[in-house]
């Protein structure tokens, strides 16, 4: 039997690594991290007539960030975020979905 030297013992270390999956830490379970909710399209439309914006003047946020994992989001899509807050209960800031 041959024993794997140079290349040949590099490539069957990263497929033997491949082969493992590590767990990942859930961002969104945080206690720093504010909850994310999807809008519905109805919500949205409510939230352009009560602030009579358009949603290219609202905050962005990436589909990749990894508040957002988990969820099925696509671009356009309007996020409502939910942060604590001592003086209000809670406040709400609202994200806009790109690329």
């Not at 990263?14 to 945080?30: C, G, L, M, N, P």
């Amino acid at each position: 039997m041959e024993i794997p030297s140079g290349p040949d013992l590099y490539t069957k270390m990263v497929k033997k690594s491949a082969v493992k999956t590590e767990k990942k830490f859930d961002v969104r379970t945080h206690i720093l991290v504010p909850k994310h909710i999807k809008m519905t399209p109805e919500e949205m439309e409510e939230l352009m007539k009560q602030f009579n914006i358009d949603k290219k003047q609202l905050p962005k946020i990436k589909r990749t960030d990894p508040a957002l994992e988990g969820m099925s989001v696509e671009k356009g899509d309007i996020i409502k975020i939910v942060r604590k807050s001592p003086t209000v209960g809670e406040s709400f800031f609202y994200r806009v979905v790109v690329a």
